[in-house]
């Protein structure tokens, strides 16, 4: 039997499908630095926890489509206190940020659309985007420019009759590039001129370095019909298991058609909602020492990737991701002979190869990709692990 054209043309995930490499170092009694995926180990609040334990009802019943209300107006809440507009009727919770897309683009979408983004992406936009019947066009960056691709001209070649949307993360994952203000604007008056939809995922928006100051596309208001505005509690609040995420726009007719998949899927978890809800109505000064801690973990991180000799890196500004360019012709086959063959004193380290974050043929292949999720003196014993395997790998 025949699979779809659209399962056929997704891939396996670079950060998640390496696992079992890892699985069978563990078992060898190693220690693996998991620097592949963005699970932070930052406490998850106890806010969270105490309004699930606190919730009370005789039945636990599926919640409206939409979500709930005490989310929604808690999310309204925290958008007014960044200086955004969003009445809690323009608000859906979704399962995740990752549903939040996957409504997206099912509801743009038409077979043969094109999305514009700039690589490297996150890659689950180009599952999500295939899923839809759809076509990630890339904004073609690599590591010698910093993966900067805020400029007119390498957004409009990327520009077809066929584009439906420009989709922006930012802070970006993997890159941690964050835009200016004025670049915003750029793209917002480009989305304008070629009437597409502004798909703006900013999840890490508490997450800026540097003393810079972060903006959302939202503070834009001649964008209302353009904008879809993406946010999750995973990153922000350290919750990602509670897979609450949520889709902001003023476009009604496309509120109506996220809350016709809404409604086909049932509801979102109603305790996580209750748990999540908390997280928003939190104190702002909760960021303050997490946000010192992660600018801490990326001047370390960065530090030591400064030490491998070759490498190719920009410091990012924001969320919490380093993507580089690794003196090796494979990244995927380093890192599994790194697993499989490299260790000091019984620990070695696991990181996601890049090259399928890249859209455009032949590009990303030494490229990687690393949270800095971990401890300070963790992620440094993980790089130096990466720079004396590559010593190694290389010496072959």
């Not at 997490?290 to 920009?314: D, F, P």
Request: glycine share 6%; with cysteine.
């Amino acid at each position: 039997m025949k699979l779809s054209q659209k399962v056929e043309s997704m891939h396996l995930s670079p950060i998640r499908k390496f696992y079992p490499y890892a699985d069978k170092a563990k078992a060898m009694g190693k220690k693996v630095y998991g620097l592949n995926i963005g699970q932070p180990d930052i406490e998850t609040p106890r806010e969270f926890f105490d309004a699930v334990n606190n919730y009370n009802a005789d039945v636990l019943a599926y919640a409206p489509s939409n979500g709930l209300p005490i989310l929604a107006e808690a999310i309204s809440g925290y958008y007014r206190r960044i200086g955004v507009m969003f009445e809690p009727e323009e608000i859906i919770i979704t399962n995740g940020g990752s549903e939040a897309l996957e409504m997206i683009f099912n509801s743009i979408i038409d077979d043969g659309d094109e999305v514009v983004m700039a690589e490297p992406f996150y890659t689950n936009y180009d599952s999500f985007v295939k899923q839809a019947g759809g076509k990630l066009v890339p904004i073609k960056c690599t590591a010698d420019d910093g993966y900067h691709y805020a400029e007119r001209a390498k957004i409009e070649a990327a520009i077809t009759d066929k584009t439906k949307a420009i989709a922006i993360i930012n802070p970006g994952n993997p890159t941690g590039v964050v835009l200016t203000k004025e670049e915003m604007r750029l793209i917002a008056d480009i989305a304008k001129e070629h009437d597409l939809f502004l798909i703006c995922d900013e999840v890490y928006r508490e997450f800026v370095y540097d003393g810079l100051e972060m903006s959302s596309f939202a503070e834009f208001d001649d964008i209302d019909e353009n904008l879809i505005l993406v946010d999750s509690v995973s990153k922000r609040f350290s919750a990602c298991g509670a897979r609450c995420g949520s889709i902001a726009t003023h476009n009604k007719d496309l509120f109506v058609a996220f809350v016709k998949f809404c409604q086909a899927r049932l509801c979102t978890a109603t305790l996580e909602q209750v748990g999540s809800a908390a997280l928003y109505n939190m104190d702002p000064s909760y960021f303050h020492d997490i946000k010192k801690e992660y600018e801490n973990r990326r001047n370390v991180s960065y530090a030591a990737l400064q030490e491998i000799e070759g490498i190719k890196c920009a410091k990012p500004q924001g969320a919490f991701y380093i993507t580089c360019q690794l003196p090796v012709d494979d990244a995927e086959e380093f890192l599994i002979w790194m697993l499989e063959n490299f260790d000091i004193d019984g620990e070695t380290t696991m990181f996601a190869p890049a090259g399928g974050f890249f859209g455009t043929p032949g590009v990303g292949k030494s490229d990687i990709r690393i949270a800095y999720v971990l401890k300070a003196e963790e992620m440094q014993k993980g790089i130096n692990i990466i720079k004396e395997a590559i010593k190694a790998y290389n010496a072959r």
